[in-house]
């Protein structure tokens, strides 16, 4: 339908669909994805042989200019982003003033979303060369941000960053690092997490991405349009699902209660968190890479005893017909929070550590939004279901 013929704004040609479910927002060349077949793939790639085999930064330069960089452009990119590390004093002292117990996640967003005000060359959003400046620091500062919005919590000094360390170190040691000891993560640690990293870079139109590409579409700068995708990613209904598995399995507390929890699930008393996804009707491909990751991370860590708690859960879940008749199969966040854990990370820094990473698919996108001539400012029709043309009644008359 030409919606210029609609005859009114929201007019019965309107397509009704809360949640954009049938409705393509823009087009993209970034990540393409087969939920039926469990597939997922940036810019071509199999995102399981770019686990393999890549690191964070080579994804993100991937996602950024579509192609894999050679061994000389990755090392300039590296370089790059490594000596935008630092952050401005003042977005320290802004991420200090919070309140002791506020969310990582709010003090992430306003660290990003006041970068404008420190690179006013990010509103030449028209300027190739400052569009990928901007990006270059964000992808440089997150990590050190998000950093310094744990050691806020917790009431340690912020660590600053080691030129020596590469992107997964270096964030680990801003992390951990005390006054007494110099951290160095373990390798087997530090892959995981690149790992992790690499699996959450993107994934096409996912809310904060929609969040960040809506923002974008009025001509918003980077870091306002990220600070938004940020704030998407912090919904429950988002970010916070590996939280909830952690949750539930701890109800569980043991192998033996799995059984009792699957009936009850049966019966539509609980959720099996962390299974199910809206485009996966198969195995979540994320899902088969990160089960692998923590056995690499346990070897280090111990094993998280919630473990076998969820191999049981999957045993029994993917064997059921219940499971099996809805398509439902574990999805990135059954396994990831146990990582997370056994890493000592506190249940708030989950969001934290998946939005990190997804800067790099949050850039890639925004990019892609500017640089799309036929993109529009997005502005969806309505259903209105109100009053109309009512005569207004003076307050002395109401009542
Ligand atoms: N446990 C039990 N039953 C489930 C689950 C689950 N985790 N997920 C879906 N179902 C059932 C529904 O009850 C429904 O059954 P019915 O047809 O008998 O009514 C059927 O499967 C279809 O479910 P919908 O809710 O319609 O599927 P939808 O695509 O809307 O939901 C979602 C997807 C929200 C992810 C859902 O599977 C869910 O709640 N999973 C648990 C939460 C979770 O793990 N979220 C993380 C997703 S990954 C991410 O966001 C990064």
């Given at each position: ?182 951290y160095r993560a373990d ?89 199910g996804h809206r485009v ?13 990751s923590c056995d690499d ?103």
């Amino acid at each position: 339908t030409d919606l210029k013929q609609v005859p009114t704004q929201s007019g019965p040609l309107a397509t009704y669909d809360p949640g954009f479910m049938n409705t393509a927002s823009c087009r993209s060349a970034i990540t393409y994805i087969d939920g039926d077949a469990g597939i997922l793939e940036y810019r071509g790639y199999p995102v399981d042989q770019l686990a393999a085999g890549a690191s964070h930064l080579e994804v993100a330069y991937l996602l950024l200019y579509g192609e894999l960089p050679t061994p000389d452009q990755l090392a300039s990119w590296e370089k790059q982003i490594n000596t935008h590390r630092l952050v401005h004093e003042n977005v320290r002292e802004l991420i200090d003033a919070f309140r002791y117990d506020a969310h990582p996640m709010a003090k992430l967003m306003a660290g990003v979303a006041s970068m404008q005000t420190f690179y006013p060359s990010s509103r030449r959003i028209d300027d190739p060369e400052a569009r990928e400046m901007n990006i270059i620091r964000l992808l440089g500062k997150i990590p050190t941000m998000a950093a310094w919005a744990y050691r806020h919590s917790i009431g340690r000094h912020f660590v600053y960053p080691n030129d020596e360390l590469g992107y997964v170190d270096n964030f680990l040691a801003m992390l951990f690092q005390s006054q007494q000891r110099v951290y160095r993560a373990d390798p087997r640690v530090s892959r995981a997490l690149e790992v992790l990293f690499i699996l959450h870079a993107d994934h096409e139109q996912n809310c904060s991405t929609n969040a960040v590409r809506s923002v974008a579409s009025a001509g918003n700068d980077l870091f306002t349009s990220v600070g938004a995708g940020i704030g998407a990613l912090f919904g429950p209904l988002h970010g916070g699902a590996n939280e909830a598995v952690l949750g539930m399995l701890r109800e569980i507390g043991t192998i033996d209660r799995v059984p009792d929890f699957i009936a009850g699930v049966k019966e539509g008393r609980a959720r099996l968190m962390g299974f199910g996804h809206r485009v996966y009707k198969n195995y979540d491909p994320r899902a088969k890479i990160i089960k692998r990751s923590c056995d690499d991370v346990f070897e280090v860590t111990g094993v998280n005893p919630l473990l076998s708690i969820a191999l049981e859960l999957e045993k029994i879940a993917l064997e059921d017909e219940y499971f099996v008749s809805r398509r439902l199969y574990p999805n990135v966040d059954f396994y990831s929070g146990l990582i997370y854990e056994a890493l000592r990370f506190p249940p708030e820094m989950f969001t934290v550590l998946f939005a990190v990473p997804r800067t790099a698919g949050w850039c890639a996108q925004w990019l892609e939004n500017m640089t799309d001539p036929d993109q529009k400012i997005m502005r969806p029709k309505q259903i209105y279901t109100g009053y109309r043309e009512r005569t207004f009644v003076p307050q002395d008359q109401r009542g």
